[in-house]
């Protein structure tokens, strides 16, 4: 409940909403602030019936010090409720207002405004975009340049990480304004590795970095300002190593000119520690991320297998949870389809085969990894020839492939897939009568091969 006195004393407080005397329109204002602090939606509709918003919004911008920030207080209160409470501010003009007061030279002014930007913004994509449109960057920015205290440097990073979140991401000219802010603020140093402020800053991070239009210069600019380098300090801390390593996994999925660059922090190193840990987020995230590296170049899968990641990787393949072995599936799929014929002998030394054969029923359960396995499984008969193929087969033809075969080549699955299927097979059935199958004997061989 809300301050019960205060709300017992309602229909003098709104009374006393109209005077003209300071100190009685001060105490009538903050009674009103804390009738709403519980942010309960019914007393923030009593407040919106008894129209009192212009009042607040009035006295917001006339008002004297305490008066404008217990009603800025108050307001950034009725933004916090329903999308109802919201649109009400919206419409009453006060988020123009609350930008203006950004650039006041009372700091604890401009951040009970600045908790009514985040508010807002943080609403829906809808409203985002439109408090984006009134130039609240460039408020922004110019407000994170005064000495702020710490309590304000955190409200900023909430507020950016609302102002770039959302599915559908916001114009990339935005978030290019509000990166200098964020390359400063993961720079504080008096402040914990732990507090709010890097783990908001650090969200607001991951955001940026799914931007894929543009995302060498954001990576540039994470190398230049030294933004890089820190993101494998906060992995260090079980508070801030998630939002770091999704971070450095956007980084490593948009592009494969930087994996080389990022790995050379000891990412991998990480990783391994990270798949030990026994929280699944951290497993799945780790997962994820290794998945994106392996996708890279065959150098790149040559630095994954020295680091010995692929025997627990192989593990989660098959005792995990379904999103686990989902992006453990991925790690193995993706280094097969880059792999070199040597890289793939190694992990069918390592029991590719009886893996793969294990998942099979989990893959065919799942149709949104038939197209990543197929073609790995593809991968494994093509790349290598001669011996290494035979030698591969007749592994292959151990741990039960022929049954697995027939089991693939009944399965319901699109006609991409089944393609590679029979092509695969008739290699795999191939694989152990000749030395080497060239490209020609493949096409001839599928002609006449009827399942």
């Not at 390593?245 to 660059?261: D, I, M, P, Q, T």
């Not at 990412?267 to 392996?294: A, H, M, Q, R």
């Not at 453990?328 to 793939?344: D, E, H």
Request: hydrophobic letters at 40%; charged letters at 20%.
């Amino acid at each position: 409940m809300g301050d019960p006195v205060a709300i017992s004393q309602f229909p003098k407080i709104l009374a006393n909403m109209g005077s003209t005397h300071e100190e009685v329109l001060t105490d009538a204002v903050r009674s009103i602030r804390k009738i709403l602090s519980t942010s309960q939606n019914d007393l923030i509709d009593l407040v919106i019936r008894s129209g009192l918003i212009p009042r607040l919004h009035y006295l917001l911008q006339f008002g004297t010090p305490k008066q404008a920030f217990e009603s800025s207080w108050a307001l950034t209160n009725i933004a916090s409720g329903t999308t109802e409470h919201t649109n009400v501010i919206v419409e009453n003009g006060i988020v123009h207002t609350f930008i203006v007061l950004l650039n006041s030279p009372d700091l604890e002014l401009a951040e009970q405004c600045l908790w009514g930007v985040g508010n807002i913004s943080g609403d829906s994509a809808q409203m985002r975009d439109f408090v984006l449109s009134l130039n609240v960057t460039d408020a922004i920015v110019q407000l994170s340049q005064k000495s702020c205290p710490d309590t304000l440097l955190r409200n900023i990073a909430w507020t950016i990480g609302n102002l770039l979140r959302g599915k559908l991401s916001p114009d990339i000219e935005y978030v290019k304004r509000f990166l200098p802010v964020l390359h400063r603020l993961i720079k504080v140093e008096h402040l914990p590795i732990s507090d709010e402020l890097f783990i908001d800053t650090l969200y607001s991070f991951t955001y940026v970095s799914k931007h894929s239009e543009c995302i060498e210069e954001i990576f540039f600019e994470f190398q230049n300002n030294g933004t890089l380098e820190k993101l494998f300090r906060f992995l260090d801390n079980r508070t801030t190593s998630l939002p770091s390593l999704r971070v450095l996994g956007n980084l490593l999925a948009e592009s494969n000119s930087f994996v080389a660059a990022i790995l050379d922090f000891n990412l991998l190193d990480y990783l391994v520690v990270f798949l030990g840990y026994k929280k699944e987020i951290c497993i799945v995230e780790s997962l994820w991320v290794l998945s994106n590296i392996t996708a890279g170049c065959e150098k790149i899968v040559q630095r994954v297998i020295d680091s010995k990641v692929f025997q627990k990787v192989f593990d989660f393949c098959v005792l995990g949870s379904h999103k686990v072995r989902k992006e453990a599936l991925y790690v193995v799929t993706n280094t097969l389809i880059t792999a070199t014929p040597q890289q793939v002998e190694y992990l069918v030394s390592i029991d590719l085969a009886k893996l793969l054969g294990v998942s099979l029923d989990y893959v065919i359960q799942n149709e949104d990894i038939h197209n990543n396995f197929f073609r790995s499984l593809k991968a494994v008969f093509t790349k290598p020839e001669g011996d290494q193929l035979a030698q591969i087969c007749d592994n292959f033809h151990t741990h039960g492939w022929n049954d697995h075969f027939e089991k693939l080549l009944n399965a319901k699955v699109d006609d991409f897939s089944s393609n590679i299927i029979k092509e695969t097979f008739y290699i795999y059935t191939e694989g152990h009568k000749q030395p080497t199958i060239s490209p020609d004997n493949i096409i001839v061989g599928l002609t006449n091969f009827h399942i």
